[in-house]
């Protein structure tokens, strides 16, 4: 059976048939794809943080997740991300990089001391 990673999958609980977690997967990595590719590079987007971390935190951006690095915070030392991020804070985040690596995992980074 198909195991998903991803906490966006929607499991049908009724279901044992393991092909509609599996499409449902697919339908939502095409949704962070289509999201991805919309995203321009050097552009500022409104972001919500939604996991603080202990070097940095995941930011919320048109429904997909982006890693916001603890250098990226500040222009001042942090000790830890939380001195400054509050889980669930609206600010605008500007988009770094976007890659999708060997896994055909998509990966975007953004900054908040750039803009």
């Known amino acids: 059976m198909y195991k998903a990673t991803s906490r966006y999958v929607q499991h049908v609980i009724d279901s044992d048939d ?15 794809r289509i999201v991805a590719n ?8 409104e972001g919500r943080i ?11 951006i048109q429904g997909l997740w982006t890693y916001l690095h603890i250098s ?7 000790d830890h991300p939380s001195k400054l991020l ?18 055909n995992q998509i990966s975007v980074k953004v900054s908040i001391k750039q803009i």
């Open 86 to 103: 509050k889980i669930k804070q609206i600010m605008p985040v500007k988009v770094l990089s976007k890659s999708i690596n060997e896994k």
């Open 72 to 78: 990226e915070i500040s222009n001042e030392w942090l």
């Open 50 to 60: 939604e996991k603080i971390l202990d070097h940095g935190a995941l930011v919320n």
């Open 38 to 45: 919309t995203l321009k590079i050097g552009s500022v987007y």
């Open 18 to 32: 393991g092909n509609r977690n599996h499409l449902r997967y697919i339908q939502r990595e095409n949704e962070k």
